[in-house]
């Protein structure tokens, strides 16, 4: 079933694509072991948030 609407999905779509870019550069720039549990936490809450903003 739908959460947002087809705009509020593809910018939330957008957003979501642009995390993930900046984990993946940011991962490859420390030169550290990439936390990839972190990175699906991080993902996740962003989209909790995206979700959470259309439900009130």
């Not at 991962?27 to 259309?54: H, P, R, S, V």
Request: proline share 0%; net charge negative.
């Amino acid at each position: 079933r739908r959460q947002l609407s087809a705009d509020d999905a593809r910018a939330a779509a957008r957003g979501l694509a642009a995390l993930i870019d900046g984990l993946w550069l940011r991962g490859a720039l420390t030169g550290d072991a990439f936390d990839t549990d972190e990175a699906l936490n991080i993902a996740y809450d962003y989209l909790d948030q995206q979700l959470a903003k259309q439900s009130g």
